[in-house]
């Protein structure tokens, strides 16, 4: 092993990529661009959603809860109508995203204590249920404060009810910018490394490489160091957009990230070498990363709760890096946990790192036959 | 140098063969390349030269024989032979997208030049190869005869004993190519041992001493001189008026092994005529059509040797002693 060799090759890479602007674009822009379109996600300060309202009371009580409601300016009233049905019908249609049901006896129920409204929410978009859920908290009864409702810091749930069409299960939405990093990691450091060896076989640079001292260790190394670098900067440019435009909360240490984030990198990194030794061609490597990153994103707990899916996926899933940097990455980031304490996901990634730039070396043949 | 450790012979093979599946690319080829010299492989595309070149730098593995080169045992010894040999493929190996002097650069560090050499030697390489002006343009913009100067210059950084060029001239204009071939001379003479394949006849002609292969088989090697000198009395001219239809005839008579024509006149290669039995017959068929024939002896060249040699795949290829 010849450090001077190594840097060579290092050098060589970065200067290559200096000069590719498609594969800089991509550094930047695909954190960018996925953290945007994924932020709108989980943007929960949205404004101004189209309202169906239908007050069926009509009293003095009822107009001003939703006064309050509109006064949020969650939801902006687009019609008003008087049945749920007809409610159901605009959301059908999509004209509308949320609907208010103030039923006849709502006076009854409010002095009752039962729920006053109900809130009809079209939950194939998760942004809708999360403000939806806002608008719930909506005190009823601003003037004349409900004895009956628990102490004052505990919101009136119960009052008004919220119900969900389409996609009951909601999910939290911090939970999505930590996993995000792990997939934006995923997707553009395995690709990285899976074109690294082919590009220059396709190119015709591999048979000066392999005539030369350089060993494959070497050249493996040497094609990684330099990605590492770049996927860290990658994790600075998605959590400072996070906090930024979302205000993602960071609990944990920051240490602690970006080594999960390190750990993660190299694992696909070596993943992407091993790609990059069996793939024929650059366009048969993509295919490939492709291949990984599907099941990466939906059995990594990423999309789904990992606990729902069954035993077979689990196994699958435990064999993929970005499966235990979500466990790692959302205890870091959301329960301040420390990585001590979830020490089988750190010790898997290393291991996951080391089997393949293992196997990526011995598969890479100093050899044309 | 102990690379003239087997006598003073740099590259030593016996009954080298390489097949892909079915097809044998290269057939029991013997070869003994003599060191500080400039030893050519000459023969048409896919006769088997780059994949000989390729076994004897250990890139391929031979599917038997043996190899011994500069004294290593190859393959086994493939990884010791890399420091001590050049490498010029022949397709543009380098990186297109970075500069002149960075090529050189990461060649340097790759074959090990000694770090306080680096500079200078690849000071040295921006001058003797004429790189002043394009020191810092991207290797992929250059022109066929820069990209083959940058690579001969990338392939001799590091001062190899042998040097391998796989059809290093064939993207180049002729004026490209004479510059190249003082520059070969002068690497031979400093004391390397060069081994290039070509399929140009000029080219061949200049080696000192080189081996024609066709479908994968040695038909002949020796120097020029040698190869030419067998054939002395084989080769003729002929000044015909119409030298389209006289082709035709001389082709089908028996013991011509080919016939070309060279602007208005016809070459003709024949086999051993020791009584000129063959010359009368020529002169006879070519007199009942054409009376104003001449047939004239005439030097034999490569090309002559090349058309005999591999003329007739089933003889038994012959040595030059």
């Known amino acids: 092993m010849n450090g001077r060799r190594i840097g060579a090759i290092v050098l060589k890479e970065l200067r290559q990529l200096r000069r590719d602007r498609v594969t800089l674009a991509m550094i930047v822009g695909i954190p960018v661009i996925l953290l945007v379109l994924f932020g709108y996600a989980i943007n929960l300060n949205l404004r101004g959603l189209k309202a169906g309202i239908a007050d069926q009371a009509d009293t003095a009580g009822s107009r001003a809860l939703v006064m309050d409601m509109l006064a949020t300016d969650i939801v902006s009233a687009s019609a008003q109508v008087r049945t749920p049905g007809q409610l159901m019908t605009l959301m059908q249609a999509g004209r509308i995203s949320v609907g208010i049901v103030i039923p006849r006896d709502f006076e009854r129920r409010r002095f009752d204590g039962r729920p006053v409204a109900q809130i009809l929410v079209d939950g194939s978009d998760t942004t809708v249920q999360m403000a939806a859920a806002q608008l719930a908290q909506v005190p009823v009864d601003s003037a004349a404060p409900d004895m009956r409702a628990p102490a004052a810091s505990t919101p009136p749930q119960g009052r008004i009810s919220v119900v969900s069409f389409y996609n009951p299960e909601r999910r939290s939405a911090v939970n999505i910018v930590p996993g995000l990093v792990g997939v934006i990691l995923t997707m553009t450091m395995v690709l990285f490394t899976a074109i690294a060896i082919v590009r220059e076989r396709e190119r015709g640079n591999m048979e000066l490489l392999i005539a030369t001292p350089l060993s494959s260790a070497e050249l493996m190394i040497g094609k990684v160091l330099p990605y590492v670098l770049i996927g860290l900067a990658q994790t600075s440019v998605i959590l400072l957009l996070a906090r930024w435009l979302f205000a993602v909360p960071i609990n944990g240490s920051l240490l602690a990230i970006y080594l999960a984030a390190g750990l993660l990198i190299l694992a696909n990194l070596t993943l992407g070498l091993m790609i990059s030794t069996v793939a024929r061609s650059q366009f048969q490597a993509m295919q490939m990363t492709f291949f990984v990153f599907l099941p990466s994103i939906l059995l990594s707990g990423f999309m789904f709760p990992f606990a729902g899916m069954p035993a077979a996926a689990q196994w699958i899933a435990e064999l993929l890096p970005l499966t235990h940097f979500l466990r790692l990455i959302r205890g870091v980031m959301l329960r301040g946990a420390s990585l001590a304490e979830l020490w089988p996901d750190v010790l898997a990634l290393p291991l996951f790192t080391a089997v393949m730039m293992v196997a990526a070396i011995l598969r890479f043949r100093k050899r044309l036959d | ?321």
Not at chain 2, 204 to 233: K, N, S, Y
Request: net charge negative.
């Open chain 2, 1 to 321: 140098m102990n690379g003239a450790a087997a006598g003073d012979c740099a590259i030593h093979a016996r009954g080298l063969t390489r097949r892909f599946g079915s097809l044998v690319a290269v057939d029991h080829v013997d070869l003994d390349v003599p060191a500080r010299r400039v030893y050519g492989f000459l023969g048409p595309n896919g006769s088997g030269k780059s994949t000989t070149i390729r076994m004897l730098c250990g890139l391929l593995t031979p599917s038997e024989g043996e190899i011994e080169v500069l004294g290593l045992r190859i393959p086994a010894e493939a990884e010791a032979l890399r420091r001590r040999i050049g490498y010029m493929t022949q397709k543009f190996s380098l990186f297109d997208d970075l500069t002149v002097r960075e090529n050189l650069e990461f060649i340097a560090a790759v074959q090990g030049v000694p770090r306080a050499q680096t500079a200078r030697r690849v000071a040295e390489a921006i001058e003797q190869y004429r790189f002043g002006e394009a020191r810092n343009q991207l290797a992929g913009t250059m022109s066929g005869g820069q990209k083959q100067r940058l690579a001969l210059a990338c392939a001799v950084l590091h001062a190899p004993e042998l040097l391998f060029l796989d059809e290093p001239t064939s993207a180049v204009d002729p004026e490209s190519r004479r510059d190249f071939w003082e520059k070969l001379f002068e690497l031979a003479d400093a004391g390397t041992t060069l081994l290039v394949s070509t399929h140009l006849m000029d080219e061949a002609e200049r080696c000192h001493r080189l081996a024609i292969l066709a479908e994968g088989v040695l038909m002949a090697d020796g120097t020029p001189v040698e190869l030419t000198g067998r054939l002395v009395g084989r080769t003729f001219a002929v000044e015909v008026g119409d030298p389209r239809r006289a082709q035709h005839a001389l082709a089908g008579l028996s013991g011509v092994l080919g016939v070309a024509q060279v602007g208005m006149n016809l070459r003709v290669l024949t086999v051993d005529d020791p009584d000129a039995g063959l010359r009368q017959r020529m002169a006879d068929t070519l007199a009942k059509t054409f009376p104003d024939a001449r047939v004239a002896s005439t030097p034999p060249n490569l090309e002559d040797v090349f058309v005999a040699a591999t003329h007739d795949t089933r003889r038994q290829p012959e040595h030059a002693a």
